[in-house]
């Protein structure tokens, strides 16, 4: 079974940035039919969509983090980021990256991301 492993959270002062990391226990990341995503979810809030990274490289953003994210992926290092700039007090959340093929439905663990004002 292939996990996915989450690092990069913490807490930063408002205007920050964090890199999230997200690292396969077995490289799948060679394959391009995967969809690879961001989500969050903060207290008493819904998880939410936040990046995408879909097959064919097109990305997608949510609106309020538009500008400011940034999701990539390294496929020699098996490892999918999420690069967040300018960071708001409203950005804190868990965040869980997610992976997504033909038969396959992976979640992290979730990381915590905690911006201070």
């Known amino acids: 079974q292939v996990q996915l492993v989450e690092s990069g959270g913490g807490l930063v002062q408002a205007g920050g940035s964090l890199r999230l990391s997200c690292a396969a226990s077995?490289?799948?990341?060679?394959?391009?039919?995967?969809?690879m995503d961001w989500y969050r979810q903060a207290p008493g809030k819904q998880r939410e969509l936040v990046a995408v990274?879909?097959?064919?490289?097109?990305?997608n953003y949510a609106d309020s983090v538009k500008g400011r994210f940034t999701i990539s992926r390294d496929n020699a290092k098996a490892t999918m980021y999420l690069q967040m700039n300018s960071l708001k007090p409203e950005d804190t959340a868990v965040y869980y990256c997610h992976v997504q093929g033909p038969f396959t439905n992976l979640w992290g663990q979730g990381t915590q991301v905690t911006v201070s004002s």
């Open positions: 990274l879909a097959v064919g490289g097109s990305t």
């Open positions: 077995r490289n799948i990341f060679t394959s391009n039919a995967m969809n």
